[in-house]
């Protein structure tokens, strides 16, 4: 047996333990029942951020808004790369105008912007939308795959 992993619930920030052979199996949060690691990427507050930037997975957020034109245009590769990148990363969305305080504290100059979080502090971060096989390729480089 394993260490068990600590996973956060995307549905209601509820911190899980999951061992780790387990995190291809669908897990399910023990609070709300809600799928612990879907298979697009979760919506982040304001609110959940604190919750949601712990445990064991690597956190990439992509920072977007809806008038812009280069986010819509990379939804698809962010969803895309949430499907391969499925039990390894978890991958979040932050609506930067309905979350401008939290924008702000992140130093979001540009969007869309992807930030990466290991350990609760950020790692790397990227400006402007990328193919998904230079998404794929960055974060080879930081070794999430
Ligand atoms: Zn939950």
């Known amino acids: ?7 956060p619930c995307p549905h209601c920030n509820g911190l899980n333990r999951i061992p780790a052979e387990r995190l291809t199996e669908a897990p399910r949060c ?13 919506e982040l507050t304001q609110a959940s ?8 997975l690597p956190l ?3 920072v977007w808004a809806a008038w812009c034109g280069p986010c ?3 939804a698809p590769v962010f969803a ?6 499925h039990g390894r990363c978890r991958l979040a969305k932050l609506d930067s105008d309905s979350n401008p305080q939290l924008s702000t504290q992140l130093g979001i100059r540009s969007i869309p912007s992807l930030i990466l979080f290991r350990d609760g502090r950020e790692i790397a971060r990227q400006s402007g939308a990328m193919s998904l096989p230079q998404l794929l390729d960055w974060l080879r480089g930081q070794g999430i795959v």
């Open 1 to 7: 047996m394993s260490e068990p992993l600590l996973v």
């Open 30 to 42: 023990g609070r709300c029942k809600g799928a612990l690691l879907g298979s697009e990427p979760f």
């Open 49 to 56: 951020f604190v919750s949601q930037n712990k445990g064991a």
């Open 60 to 62: 990439l957020v992509d």
């Open 72 to 74: 819509r245009g990379f």
């Open 80 to 85: 895309e790369a949430a499907r391969r990148l």
